[in-house]
């Protein structure tokens, strides 16, 4: 928890936060509603006596009493799929309409795709990708067993992620998309509930030069999104410099700006400050979830506008 | 007519008619197939196109990109073409399989337990032989598991082991 002393004078009950950041996580999943609806997974949780608690800020998220719900019927029937409550918040707030184009730049390994396609019924075009060739495969595993049809898998790098393979004849470039979530690749901080060793590899050198990926893959995220259309930004991490710093560049080379959004979880705005350096005053539009205030793990999401 | 390009994805032809590729499956072969083999209604599938990519491994897909396109996986795996016997995908009866009303065999919990962790079972049935779709009752409903293979007297599970479960 060493690199969590930096919060200190951030976060609220600080020893609450770091007690919390201690403990296991609770067990989620997130309801598949292109196969079941919730009250058919209570039906089928009660047949197999799971216990389970629906979620109050989300109607798709449930709390499970089992140590293992993929050993479940509704699972194996792709009616629900673990996930872990807080990495239901980017594809909420991103709500993409049915029969939109939607771009998941960091999609592997599709918890989010999948919900995506979920709020889009399946009708559109969900582009999902990832730069990492080996985690695609469980991400097309997973948009199959949730029975996902509107989903194009590509292997990009997201910073230079082209629209050129989606041209049409005599086209030269694909169409812009209406929305893009940027679930970047981040330190993790977030996780350690789910992972204990999430902090091993943890340094300062290393916050920064991940910061560097996110700020090229949100940069290229608006230049592909088209006029009104909207970009989620999200990390599972605490740092600033992965999160506040990133939104504060990208606003300030791209034609962007933040915009406020409904969260139902306790939550914290985003830092105008961090280790003497100012952030555009926008970013207090972003929130921060921290594992102690609603017994989850740690989370980050901004919501942007493309254009004026 | 040309060879299949493995590489990437191509759109099935309509018909007959308008086949370029050699021994490609058309739409409405594909069509006719769900509906002659477990009387899922055509219309089922009319906000869906179908793709090949590999050698007989036909995709069904709900969004919208040019043919042919080169991208790592488009949809869903749907059938396997190109062999005597064509044969759906787990994932396409779970998708699908609920509109089916032949050649669905109805499974015990206890048959339904064995099918999922990928065990071949003795079971009697009078309907066709071939790939059929194993189902169980499920919070009231008949919900579809996957594929099975009835030869013999036998209903064999070809649930694909990545997806075989204890449950």
New interface residues.
């Given amino acids: 928890m060493e690199p969590f002393e930096r919060y200190r004078d951030v976060v609220d009950d600080f020893e609450a936060f770091i007690d919390a950041c201690g403990r296991s996580l609770p067990m989620a999943v997130r309801v598949n509603t292109?196969?079941?609806t919730p009250e058919?997974?209570e039906?089928?949780f009660d047949?197999a006596g799971v216990g389970y608690e629906r979620a109050g800020w989300h109607p798709h998220v449930m709390r499970v009493e089992t140590d293992t719900p993929?050993?479940?019927?509704p699972?194996?029937?792709?009616w629900v799929h673990g996930q872990e409550e807080v990495s239901a918040i980017p594809a909420t707030v991103l709500a993409p309409e049915p029969g939109e184009r939607v771009l998941d730049a960091c999609a592997a390994p599709g918890s989010k795709a999948t919900q995506l396609a979920a709020e889009m019924d399946?009708?559109?075009?969900?582009v999902a990708n990832d730069n990492n060739?080996g985690r695609?495969s469980a991400?097309?595993?997973n948009?199959?067993?949730l029975?996902?049809?509107?989903?194009?898998?590509?292997?990009r790098d997201a910073r230079n992620f082209s629209l050129k393979?989606?041209?049409?004849?005599g086209e030269r470039e694909?169409p812009k998309f209406d929305r893009v979530l940027v679930d970047a690749p981040c330190s993790c901080e977030g996780t350690i509930r789910k992972n204990p060793d999430a902090l091993d590899g943890w340094s300062e050198d290393h916050v920064a030069g991940i910061a560097g990926v996110q700020k090229g893959i949100l940069r290229r995220a608006v230049q592909v999104t088209r006029d009104g259309g909207t970009v989620v930004y999200s990390t599972c991490t605490f740092a600033p410099e992965e999160n506040e710093a990133v939104l504060d560049h990208v606003l300030r080379q791209e034609d962007c700006r933040l915009v406020d959004y409904d969260l139902a979880l306790e939550h914290d705005d985003g830092l105008t400050e961090w280790e003497g350096t100012e952030f555009d005053p926008q970013v207090t539009k972003a929130k921060r979830v921290y594992p102690h205030q609603n017994d989850t793990g740690g989370f980050f999401t901004a919501k942007l506008e493309v254009g004026a | 007519m040309t060879g299949n390009d493995g590489q990437r994805f191509d759109r099935l032809p309509a018909t007959e008619d308008d086949r370029e590729v050699d021994g490609r499956a058309t739409r409405e072969e594909v069509l006719d197939w769900w509906e002659n083999r477990f009387d899922i209604p055509a219309d089922t599938f009319e906000n869906h196109t179908f793709w090949e990519k590999g050698a007989g491994k036909i995709w069904i897909f709900g969004g919208d990109v040019p043919t042919p396109i080169s991208v790592e996986g488009l949809g869903m795996t749907f059938l396997r073409t190109r062999q005597e016997h064509w044969k759906p995908t787990t994932d396409a009866v779970q998708r699908f399989g609920r509109l089916a009303t032949t050649n669905v065999f109805e499974l015990t919990d206890e048959q339904a337990e064995r099918f999922v962790a990928g065990e071949d079972q003795e079971i009697p049935y009078d309907g066709d032989w071939g790939y059929v779709i194993a189902a169980h009752e499920i919070a009231g409903e008949r919900e579809p598991i996957g594929v099975g293979l009835y030869v013999y007297g036998e209903l064999k599970s070809t649930v694909p082991k990545g997806r075989q479960r204890s449950v």
Avoid: I, M, Y
């Avoid at chain 1, 699972?75 to 792709?78: A, L, P, R």
């Avoid at chain 1, 029975?147 to 292997?155: E, R």
């Fill in positions: 292109l196969k079941a058919q997974v039906h089928a047949e993929g050993a479940t019927w699972s194996f029937h792709g399946d009708e559109g075009t969900l060739l695609l991400l097309r595993f948009c199959e067993r029975g996902v049809t509107n989903v194009a898998v590509t292997n393979p989606f041209a049409a004849d694909g």
